[in-house]
């Protein structure tokens, strides 16, 4: 996937944001330091509060810079981490394999999430540590049943093991390029919705009206 990645210095078609969410140690900042830089650390400590990433991409000879945003996962920045949904396209809900009860959780936080973004948000399942097979708690079949039953994109990781995370992270930027693309090109324009000069630097995220039928509904697994 060599040719994925844009030079710095080319005009930025598109700004994507995306937020990770899920329980506090699910693994959302290994997933985006393995994403944004190809790292790991064994002494991760917790995100406070948000942080994010960026990283630029080639989709369809457009070049897209993909914001990505680290939200704490424990309960007592939950109140600070809700306003940063506002202007997100895409969204990652990660659970970590091997605790039953960070899966449990994505019902929750499914909820959290689409009360406060676009309702057409693109929305993907992660499982992540699928390198911990042995110490798997959360069956395969599971994760899918409630991806499907949710419409959500589905995809087991390992930020350790570099297993899937680009290809999930590029799966849901190309799903929000194609629905941006295709409804910008029926309406002859971008919309601009809330963009932040001081954060953005002078870039729009761009999120066209989308309607229910954008042909995203469906689950994604790679093993």
């Not at 330091?33 to 991760?44: I, K």
């Not at 992660?126 to 079949?141: F, H, M, Q, W, Y």
């Not at 899918?144 to 849901?172: C, K």
Request: hydrophobic share 40%.
């Amino acid at each position: 996937m060599s040719n994925l990645y844009g030079d710095y210095n080319q005009k930025i078609d598109y700004v994507f944001k995306v937020v990770l969410i899920g329980d506090s140690a699910v693994g959302k900042t290994q997933l985006l330091a393995r994403f944004s830089r190809n790292e790991f650390s064994v002494d991760s400590k917790a995100t406070i509060g948000v942080e994010f990433q960026t990283k630029t991409l080639v989709i369809d000879q457009k070049t897209v810079k993909a914001q990505i945003w680290d939200t704490a996962g424990q309960e007592r920045y939950r109140a600070v981490t809700s306003a940063y949904y506002r202007g997100a396209v895409g969204a990652m809900l990660v659970y970590d394999m091997t605790k039953r009860q960070s899966f449990d959780h994505m019902a929750r936080w499914l909820e959290e999430l689409r009360g406060h973004a676009d309702k057409n948000i693109v929305i993907m399942l992660i499982g992540n540590k699928c390198d911990l097979g042995s110490l798997r708690a959360v069956p395969t079949e599971d994760a899918q049943e409630f991806a499907e039953r949710e419409n959500l994109f589905f995809m087991e990781t390992s930020a350790l093991e570099s297993t899937n995370v680009e290809t999930a992270f590029f799966t849901i930027l190309t799903e929000i390029y194609r629905i941006i693309s295709k409804k910008s090109l029926a309406a002859g324009e971008e919309i601009d919705i809330g963009s932040n000069p001081a954060l953005f630097k002078g870039t729009s995220i761009v999120v066209p009206g989308q309607d229910q039928d954008s042909g995203r509904k469906g689950c994604c697994f790679a093993s």
